[in-house]
């Protein structure tokens, strides 16, 4: 089973409204930073948003803010994305990535998703 498995992805017209979901396996999610990303053919992943795992505090890439939410439940193991007045520019694949920090910021592990696309088009 993989460790993280995204979903929600899909086709929609401009305007309209997705929420992709982050499903966590074989480790608590809630102590991870988590956060999403996406990626165009050829070019490099850009960071859409991210959630912290202490105080919950959300951060968003200047092109969705307003637009996207992120936002986690705890007693799914799972941390969602919800987009909002979606526009052709954000399609892409989006990857869902997870990040165990311990004291002092050491990097302990992270885990990818295997990414969802999502298209939108008229």
């Known amino acids: 089973q993989l460790p993280l498995v995204e979903s929600g992805g899909g086709l929609v017209q401009p305007g309209g409204s997705l929420r992709l979901s982050c499903v966590a396996s074989g480790f608590a999610l809630d102590r991870y930073a988590v956060g999403w990303f996406r990626q165009a053919p050829g070019k490099d992943p850009e960071g859409v948003s991210c959630i912290d795992s202490v105080d919950g505090d959300p951060y968003y890439d200047d092109s969705v803010k307003g637009r996207f939410t992120i936002s986690r439940d705890n007693a799914k193991n799972t941390v969602y994305l919800q987009m909002n007045s979606l526009k052709p520019e954000d399609t892409d694949v989006y990857y869902c990535?997870?990040?165990?920090?311990?004291?002092?910021?050491?990097?302990?592990?992270?885990?990818w998703g295997q990414g969802t696309q999502v298209t939108v088009s008229s």
């Open positions: 990535h997870a990040e165990f920090r311990g004291p002092r910021g050491v990097y302990i592990d992270d885990f």
